[in-house]
């Protein structure tokens, strides 16, 4: 059975920083992309980051340089550290992998995305 389990989540003021771990059981990923969404209330689960399995990166632009997504294959882990955070950033957090393998695709849409975790709560405060 697949597992992707969030940790690292949390309150932090404005300003600060906070680092997300996704570490996946049941399957190995290393051939594919995995990915951060978060979710407002009221708020449909919006994409954050992508890592391709060759490493290439892709942001939402409302986290442009203040986000760096990186994984260890040796892991099977991937992380999300999150700087400068901003009270917009407040949401749970939702990491996903991509089921399709060696995919380079840049994949916004939560339904290109096959396996999810429970999610992780980041609260920025003003």
């Known amino acids: 059975q697949v597992q992707l389990v969030e940790s690292g989540g949390g309150l932090v003021q404005a300003g600060g920083s906070l680092r997300l771990s996704c570490a996946a059981s049941?399957?190995?990923?290393?051939?594919?992309?995995m990915g951060w969404f978060r979710q407002a209330p009221g708020r449909e689960r919006a994409f954050v980051a992508r890592?391709?399995?060759?490493?290439?990166?892709y942001y939402a632009d409302s986290v442009k340089g203040r986000f760096t997504i990186s994984r260890d294959n040796a892991k099977n882990t991937v992380y999300l550290q999150m700087n400068s955070l901003k009270p917009e950033d407040t949401a749970v957090y939702y990491c996903?992998?991509?089921?399709?393998?060696?995919?380079?695709?840049?994949?916004?849409?939560?339904?290109?995305?096959?396996?999810w975790g429970q999610g992780t709560q980041v609260t920025v405060s003003s």
């Open positions: 049941g399957r190995t990923f290393s051939s594919n992309a």
């Open positions: 996903a992998a991509d089921g399709t393998y060696y995919s380079g695709s840049y994949a916004t849409s939560p339904h290109e995305y096959d396996y």
């Open positions: 890592i391709t399995w060759s490493g290439n990166t």
